[in-house]
């Protein structure tokens, strides 16, 4: 099993760029997830899912898109991206015995 | 609103040591609790988790303590090596939202050899 997999690594983009970061897992889990990780800010939630077809927001939402039509994929989709976008991403699967991380996506913006 | 805060930001310790991070929650709704670990340019690791309905939770050298009635709780690393140097963070979740962990700000721990 690779669990999580995210795809790029590293990424800069310009200022109104849009891209999407990839996130697959193939533990067949329900609930996946999307967070960006800032310093000294801990880990905020982006956008979930609890199944395939359907998505919620989570702490911090504006900017992203998410849409999952598989249980495997939950790719994110910036629109256009920003400065204030410059962070490390990182998409989780889980079940009941726990949340399980990707590897990140350093995003840098300029 | 910072639903889970987390301290120290930073810690340091001698090898052989106890590490002791804190954190408290507010909402009552939450009813899982885990910990993670996380090495520069690595993802988090779920270390150990607790649910509320028990003070203690043991793993090896690492233990969780839960405080019901004041909304903390804690990890304890026991006999620390420079190996667990890392980021350590806090999470907490109510049961029925699978996939939305609310993470406390961190502590970066540094074990001195």
């Known amino acids: 099993n690779a669990g999580v997999t995210q795809t790029p690594k590293f990424q800069v983009l310009k200022t109104g760029q849009s891209m999407t970061l990839q996130c697959a897992q193939d533990?067949?889990?329900?609930?996946m997830s999307w967070y960006r990780q800032d310093p000294g800010m801990g880990l905020r939630l982006i956008h979930y899912?609890?199944?395939?077809?359907?998505?919620d927001q989570g702490e911090v939402p504006n900017g992203y898109n998410v849409s999952r039509s598989t249980t495997e994929d939950f790719p994110l989709r910036l629109l256009s991206a920003a400065p204030s976008q410059t962070s490390v991403y990182f998409c989780?699967?889980?079940?009941?015995?726990?949340?399980?991380f990707g590897p990140g996506t350093r995003l840098t913006v300029l | 609103q910072q639903q889970v805060k987390q301290s120290p930001q930073s810690l340091i310790v001698q090898k052989g040591g106890i590490s002791i991070i804190n954190c408290a929650y507010e909402?009552?709704?939450?009813?899982?609790f885990p910990w993670y670990q996380q090495f520069p340019g690595k993802g988090p690791a779920l270390l150990i988790a607790?649910?509320?309905?028990?003070s203690e939770k043991k793993e090896g050298r690492f233990t969780i303590s839960f405080n019901k009635s004041a909304k903390q709780f804690s990890l304890h690393i026991m006999d620390s090596q420079p190996g667990d140097s890392a980021t350590y963070f806090c999470?907490?979740?109510?049961?029925?939202?699978?996939?939305?962990?609310?993470f406390g700000q961190g502590t970066e721990l540094s074990v001195k050899p």
């Open positions: 989780a699967s889980s079940d009941r015995a726990g949340q399980f």
């Open positions: 533990m067949n889990h329900e609930y």
């Open positions: 899912s609890v199944g395939a077809g359907i998505t």
């Open positions: 909402n009552t709704a939450f009813d899982y």
């Open positions: 607790i649910r509320p309905d028990v």
């Open positions: 999470a907490a979740r109510r049961g029925n939202q699978g996939g939305k962990l609310i």
